[in-house]
């Protein structure tokens, strides 16, 4: 569960984020939408603990980042718009360095199968600096969840990829799901976030402008509430 309360955040004196509060429940797949600029990035980056917030209180499964740090982190999956790749390693090097860093068991045999299961066993050991963009985001996608984590904070995760791609990362996404992952998804494609997620979040100039659940991938739902929201008010 993640938890929220006042969040915000100022950087040149700009208020990015100003005054979030939100709940996330275990096992939510929750899409935040909105236009560029609103400080969705930023939001997720303050969940990730990248940045420090101005003001407010995140709480991850009941912990806070300060005093829990390490615990935290080995919650935490993040894919940011970076792959944060090594380029000079093979899919696999990399995996198995991430893999490390997190101190998880039989390393090498679960980068083997994420390689195969983001479809690029072909590529086991070329370096990463020859890959295309789509390949790299699927590399990238297999890092972030290398030490199966429970809580996954993804950043436009679709972009770049290509249609089987992104039924490999839906998959990812639903099979997380129901081991009990909690999801958070920064998207700009609203297809995707309809076909998977349960509850929408939309942001703008840094705060909550909406939050709703949907029922049976409804896409003309979200359009609506978005059009509403951000569109026709401006
Ligand atoms: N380190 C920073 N210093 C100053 N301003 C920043 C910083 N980081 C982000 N911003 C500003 O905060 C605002 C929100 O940025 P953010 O990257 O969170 O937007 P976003 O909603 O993810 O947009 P996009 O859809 O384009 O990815 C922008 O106006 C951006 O210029
Ligand atoms: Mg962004």
Not at 86 to 100: A, K, Q
Not at 120 to 144: C, D
Not at 172 to 182: A, L, N, R
Not at 224 to 232: A, D
């Amino acid at each position: 569960m993640i938890e929220i309360k006042n969040l915000t955040k100022q950087a040149d004196n700009k208020l990015i984020l100003r005054g979030i509060d939100l709940t996330i429940h275990k096992g939510e797949t929750v899409a935040i939408l909105g236009p560029n600029g609103a400080g969705k990035s930023t939001l997720l980056k303050v969940l990730a603990s990248l940045i420090k917030p101005t003001s407010g209180l995140v709480t991850i499964n009941g912990l806070k980042w300060k005093r829990n740090y390490l615990q935290i982190k080995k919650m935490i999956g993040y894919l940011p718009h970076s792959s944060l790749l090594y380029d000079h390693y093979s899919p696999i090097e990399n995996l198995v360095f991430f893999g490390n860093i997190y101190g998880i068991n039989d390393v090498e045999q679960r980068a083997v199968r994420l390689v195969k299961e983001v479809g690029l066993s072909f590529f086991l050991n070329e370096p990463v600096k020859n890959f295309s963009r789509g390949m790299i985001q699927r590399i990238a996608i297999a890092r972030a969840i290398i030490h199966e984590p429970e809580v996954l904070l993804l950043d436009e995760p679709h972009t770049g990829l290509d249609q089987g791609a992104i039924s490999i990362l839906n998959n990812v996404i639903i099979s997380m799901k129901e081991k009990g992952t909690t999801t958070l998804m920064v998207t700009h494609d609203f297809k995707q976030a309809a076909e998977i997620c349960d509850r929408i979040i939309i942001l703008k100039n840094g705060r909550i402008a909406d939050d709703f659940y949907i029922e049976n991938q409804n896409l003309g739902f979200v359009s609506k509430k978005y059009q509403l929201q951000v569109e026709g008010a401006s």
